[in-house]
């Protein structure tokens, strides 16, 4: 067995148990047992993504997780490395947003040897091949045409670019078209060269596993991932914004509608209370926006809030599709419904059943091997611990209505409101009018 740099260290609660261990190159391996599961799930966290990128390779970080599933030596193309995955029964796939990526695979349990073989070997033996980059470079292109073609996840990105302004948080985690046309080979070995280090990598597998067993088969498989320091990451510079209005317009039937306010990053102390906030605000058919937007006013078919963090910065956010016509209606109901928060308790009964159901949401969404997984590895990368499950309960419960006002004048006072919008025929006067209560 190999020397660890520490010994494991073991949590248990209502039956989710995890260990971790550091190998001495600096890669941390969480595990999450669940003997009555059939499945292992593999996932591989690097702590590289778009905001680490500069601007002349904005969205390589994603470029380059389309090219390691490309062949290597001992897998020579990308159908030899899907095969022995889904040979098994098994999923395969990446994502990449703006802190990290993660690379990851569901296996009969069983299994497990091979996927993480395969993981180890896509990600270290990548062959890189300049004709495989030119040839996925189209690949990435259209998915970039298709993000523009889809206009609620376009106006999702523009309110991302208008709350963060010209920064790399701001920036679409796959680049431009013009941008990713000129990235080559070099740039991609530069890339792992500064980034793809044990020390900023998290291996977490959760399923039919033992910690034991995972070592033993990972730590020869990761034990020559060459180390070296990691470069820092500019940071959020909140004066720095984008325009108040982004508008798209295009003659299709309906309005595609974001509102975005800036907000404090993933670790900030007010982060449960803002679960909270949100689920009272937007999450669900029994939510404000809801009942006010779609049944009362009947503005919208969908409409909704909700937030994205980063390490030390984060967006809220309420979405909608409406009507053309009833556009800046719509723009200023929702946030009326908002600032009702800054001016008025939450009820009691409210309260309750705001925590009732952001507690069952997150309990019901580690039902599988895959969430767990996914959740221990993402809580390593972003922030070095795992909080248990009971833990992030009990700091719900203890949220109060005084909380709930304090985080919502906290964020929507103060005059910095965005709006992007994608639809027929948009004013941008018009809608900034509609901003200004």
């Known amino acids: 067995m190999p020397t660890h740099l520490h010994w494991p260290h073991k949590e248990s609660f209502l039956a989710v148990t995890w260990e971790t261990t550091t190998l001495p190159n600096g890669l941390r391996i969480v595990t999450t047992p669940i003997p009555t599961t059939q499945a292992a799930s593999v996932n591989l966290f690097v702590g590289v993504g778009s905001r ?17 599933f490309k062949g290597t030596e001992r897998r020579p193309d990308a159908v030899m490395i899907a095969e022995e995955i889904e040979g098994a029964g098994g999923t395969l796939n990446a994502y990449t ?5 993660c690379y990851w695979n569901i296996v009969p349990f069983d299994r497990l040897a091979t996927a993480l073989d395969v993981t180890a070997d896509m990600l270290l033996n990548s062959k890189l091949e300049q004709e495989e980059i030119d040839r996925e470079r189209t690949v990435v292109q259209q998915e970039l045409k298709r993000n523009h073609d889809n ?3 376009w106006a999702g990105r523009l309110i991302g670019t208008a709350v963060y302004g010209p920064q790399p948080p701001g920036w679409d985690v796959g680049g431009t078209i013009e941008l990713v ?16 280090h044990p020390s900023n990598m998290v291996l ?8 034991a067993q995972v070592l033993k088969l990972a730590e020869p498989l990761f034990r020559d991932v ?5 470069p820092d990451v500019r940071p959020y510079d909140p004066d720095t914004q ?11 039937d309906q309005c595609s509608l974001y509102l975005g306010m800036p907000i404090f990053g993933r670790s900030d102390p007010d982060r449960f209370a803002l679960r909270i906030m949100n689920d009272i605000l937007g999450a669900g058919m029994s939510s404000r926006l809801f009942r006010e937007v779609r049944e009362r006013r009947g503005l919208a078919y969908s409409v909704a809030s909700g937030y994205g963090f980063l390490s030390d910065a984060g967006v809220f956010t309420i979405s909608a599709g409406v009507n053309r016509d009833k556009l800046a209606e719509t723009i200023r109901v929702c946030l009326e419904e908002a600032t009702r928060l800054c001016t008025e308790d939450v009820p009691a009964d409210e309260l309750r059943k705001a925590k009732d159901h952001s507690i069952g949401r997150f309990r019901l969404s580690l039902e599988t091997a895959h969430s767990l997984g996914q959740r221990h590895g993402e809580l390593m990368i972003t922030r070095g611990e795992i909080e248990t499950i ?43 009018n509609a901003l200004a209560l």
């Open 181 to 196: 046309q000129e990235m080559q080979r070099p740039d991609f070995i530069d890339h792992i060269g500064q980034w793809y």
């Open 226 to 230: 060459p180390q070296g320091d990691i």
């Open 204 to 211: 977490s597998v959760a399923g039919n596993v033992t910690h």
């Open 97 to 101: 947003n703006k802190e990290f990526t």
């Open 242 to 252: 984008g325009p108040t209005v982004a508008i798209d317009s295009r003659q299709i």
């Open 151 to 153: 206009p609620g996840a």
């Open 52 to 68: 680490s990128e500069p601007q002349r390779l904005n969205g390589i970080t994603h470029f380059l997780e389309h090219m390691v």
């Open 390 to 432: 009971e833990s992030v309960v009990e700091q719900i419960e203890a949220i109060t209505a005084e909380q709930v006002q304090a985080v919502a004048k906290r964020i929507m006072v103060g005059g910095r409101v965005h709006c992007a919008a994608v639809g027929p025929n948009l004013d941008e006067d018009e809608i900034a």
